[in-house]
């Protein structure tokens, strides 16, 4: 079993929809949680960044985190079409661990 | 602030030669990370390095190494070349748990 499992879809939705992407982890040590945005052929992007359980907002993205059940996930409303991309958790404690990325097509 | 740079962006190299990557992290970062990154293994952790120390290791092959220097720019190594070297290799800098990446340097091993 992966330490961190993402299913990597693909995920089709069209324009304005809520998108949720979910991550579940094994390692209860892991203290932050992290999820990046990647374009093709770019590095990837920090887009949200958090410590405990509970939500996090910013502006249409929202990072939630339940430790008990070592599950984190994000949400994007109103999905826009330059919201395409590969979207990646990451947790860390001493190392950082990554899921394998869900890519992520918005419809116009 | 700058971000992270990573240079070179490309290369393409052949079979048994050897490359060097460099990474100059956010100013004020002292811990700079490396990632291999592929279509079908996703990101996976080469090393950390913290003020000029190998703090982590990940599983890959000795001909993989690094170094960090007193300014906290990183170099990544790899000797003899294989084809199944060919990736997008990452390098980030991070503070307080936060990690930033650079664009990476995609490397073409032929």
């Known amino acids: 079993q992966k330490e961190v499992e993402q299913d990597p879809g693909p995920l089709s939705v069209p324009e304005g929809a809520i998108v949720s992407l979910n991550c579940t982890y094994s390692n209860s040590a892991f203290q932050y949680f992290m999820w990046y945005r990647q374009y093709s052929r770019k590095g990837p992007e920090l887009l949200m960044y958090?410590?405990?359980?509970g939500n996090k907002e910013d502006g249409r993205f929202t990072a939630q985190v339940d430790k008990s059940s070592k599950y984190i996930s994000l949400f994007i409303r109103d999905s826009q079409p330059s919201d395409s991309a590969t979207y990646l958790c990451?947790?860390?404690?001493?190392?950082?661990?990554f899921g394998a990325g869900t890519r992520l097509t918005v419809k116009p | 602030k700058a971000g992270v740079t990573q240079t070179p962006r490309y290369l393409i190299k052949t079979r048994g030669q050897q490359v060097t990557l460099s990474c100059s992290p956010i100013s004020g970062h002292r811990s700079v990370s490396w990632y291999q990154q592929t279509p079908g293994q996703g990101l996976q952790f080469l090393f950390e390095y913290f003020s000029e120390t190998q703090r982590n290791k990940g599983n890959f092959p000795g001909r993989f190494s690094g170094r960090q220097f007193s300014n906290s720019r990183s170099e990544m190594n790899v000797s003899t070349l294989e084809l199944g070297d060919s990736a997008l290799y990452l390098c980030?800098?991070?503070?307080?748990?936060?990690?930033?990446f650079g664009q990476g340097t995609r490397l073409t091993v032929v």
């Open positions: 980030a800098s991070s503070s307080d748990g936060e990690a930033f």
């Open positions: 990451a947790m860390n404690n001493n190392d950082m661990r």
């Open positions: 958090t410590y405990s359980s």
